[in-house]
């Protein structure tokens, strides 16, 4: 539950279109929701403005549907990560929003468009077998609020690749940068712009 939805909640109780019993019955749920098996934060956008992630691997499918359901009733968009075309299907049953993004794996449930980030977050990668896990950090970045572009396959092999991208890097206020192998790359980026350079190592 956001902070907007807390005031709306509380205007709507003080204008008498909501009773109080069923303003306490949607207060419950914060700061947690205790499922058994999971304990969902409801809590965590009103504390630090982004909501709870789920990340897929380890839970049933029945285990994150059931954390999507609860996630539903709150106004903010939702994000799991590392999940599966056949999760996605199971998703997509209880949420018709459900997104799948086949290059990362993330399931994104949209709400809102809302940007609330400040300027352009780029994302780099060094080579086709980073893009994966760029992806996922372009799609968490965008469901969250952001203007996100990227940049892919500008590894320091092949260093005039990145540098005909360089007006797009000064224009970034932010970067990630994606690499696997050696991971020079964060370092030859760093040496190009003046904002923060967020370095992202692959196993591959």
């Known amino acids: 539950m956001t902070e907007k939805e807390i005031q709306k909640l509380l205007e709507a ?33 009103l504390r630090q403005g982004y909501a709870e992630v789920i990340y897929a691997p380890g839970k049933r499918p029945e285990q994150v549907v059931s954390v999507v359901r609860r996630m539903l009733k709150n106004q ?35 709400k809102s468009r809302e940007i609330v980030g400040k300027g352009l977050i780029l994302v780099v990668s060094a080579g086709t077998s980073d893009i994966p896990v760029a992806e996922e950090a372009l799609v968490t970045a965008e469901l969250f609020g952001n203007r996100v572009e990227a940049v892919y396959d500008v590894g ?20 990630i940068c994606v690499a696997g192998m050696e991971g020079a790359l964060p370092s030859v980026v760093g040496g190009l712009v003046r904002v923060p350079v967020i370095a992202v190592p692959t196993s591959v």
């Open 13 to 45: 109780v003080r204008r008498r279109k909501l009773g109080p019993r069923r303003a306490l019955e949607r207060l419950r749920r914060l700061p947690f929701e205790d499922l058994g098996f999971a304990k969902i934060d409801h809590h965590r956008s």
């Open 76 to 110: 903010h968009n939702i994000l799991i990560t590392r999940g599966t075309r056949a999760l996605y299907q199971r998703v997509k049953r209880v949420a018709r929003a459900a997104r799948f993004h086949e290059l990362s794996g993330a399931i994104s449930i949209e």
């Open 156 to 175: 320091v092999a092949g260093l005039h690749r990145l540098m005909r991208h360089r007006e797009k890097l000064s224009q970034a206020r932010v970067i």
